[in-house]
């Protein structure tokens, strides 16, 4: 049910973000998304890793892209935890290239 009423949520708030284009760095977004979700622990925080081969800037909606990522690592946190292992830190990932 949690997760249902957290997609809904994310749902609704796609429809009031802003959708105008701009130059948007993607390391920097990708490292402000990380250090801003909003975790359910400290544990789970370690399990996510942001690393950057080759940062690149493309036009585009920093909200939106913002709120998919958002989806992205809340998607994979629950597979996460959802899975037969314990997580570890780096488990989740995130590259820029």
């Given amino acids: 049910m949690n997760r249902q009423i957290d997609t809904q949520i994310s749902n609704a708030q796609l429809l009031r973000l802003p959708n105008e284009k701009s130059p948007v760095h993607a390391a920097e977004l990708v490292r402000d998304v990380v250090a801003n979700y909003p975790y359910r622990s ?8 942001a690393f950057v081969q080759q940062d690149f800037c493309f036009m585009g909606s920093r909200a939106l892209f913002s709120q998919l990522l958002s989806n992205l690592i809340k998607n994979a946190l629950y597979s996460l935890a959802a899975s037969s292992h314990a ?7 995130i590259t820029v290239g």
């Fill in 87 to 93: 997580s570890h830190p780096g488990d989740l990932r």
């Fill in 42 to 49: 400290s544990h789970e925080r370690d399990c996510v890793e």
